[in-house]
């Protein structure tokens, strides 16, 4: 378990909420997640946004790890893994331990995650996608986190949904 203790010094939710208020990108905002002011908040080794892909068929993920936000992974799936599915169907919060991230879909996490949290990203009633913290330890998260990131998770959900308002604008204008 993350002990709030255990960071570096006191964020401002107002530094983070700047950052994502920033992104012109999905990529751009799974990066601002992943830089440092985020990582005194949680423990993480990668960053996951997914979210339904511009055109409505299928989803989009985005990962950035913390040590290089640079690095990316972007993939097209027709379905999400159904690890996934749980938070993006129920719309609720998941942890999950090593057990449930050996699979052959881990890679949505990382792939030498051994723990994860999953936020789904709620507007309007409805999941829009989801954000997801992994580590490379093993039992790192609990259910008091997932009650306690919900206010960056709503941040990014309205982030994410101006961000995918203006790639429908884009595509439907070219």
């Known amino acids: 378990m993350v002990e709030s203790r255990d960071f570096l010094s006191p964020v401002s939710s107002a530094q983070i909420t700047s950052e994502i208020n920033c992104a012109q990108s999905p990529q751009a905002l799974v990066c601002a997640l992943a830089r440092l002011d985020v990582s005194r908040l949680v423990k993480f080794d990668y960053c996951t946004l997914v979210l339904p892909a511009p055109d409505g068929k299928g989803l989009r993920i985005w990962r950035a790890a913390r040590t290089s ?71 790192v998260y609990t259910r008091e986190d997932t009650e306690r990131l919900m206010w960056l998770a709503d941040h990014v959900a309205a982030a994410a949904l101006v961000v995918l308002l203006r790639a429908r604008l884009e595509a439907q204008a070219d």
């Open 69 to 139: 936000p640079t690095e990316r992974l972007t993939a097209v799936f027709a379905e999400s893994h159904h690890l996934l599915a749980r938070v993006l169907t129920h719309g609720t919060s998941e942890v999950f331990d090593e057990v449930e991230l050996n699979c052959d879909y881990a890679d949505h996490f990382g792939h030498e995650a051994r723990s994860a949290l999953a936020l789904p990203l709620l507007y309007g009633g409805q999941t829009r996608g989801l954000v997801s913290f992994s580590s490379n330890e093993a039992e």
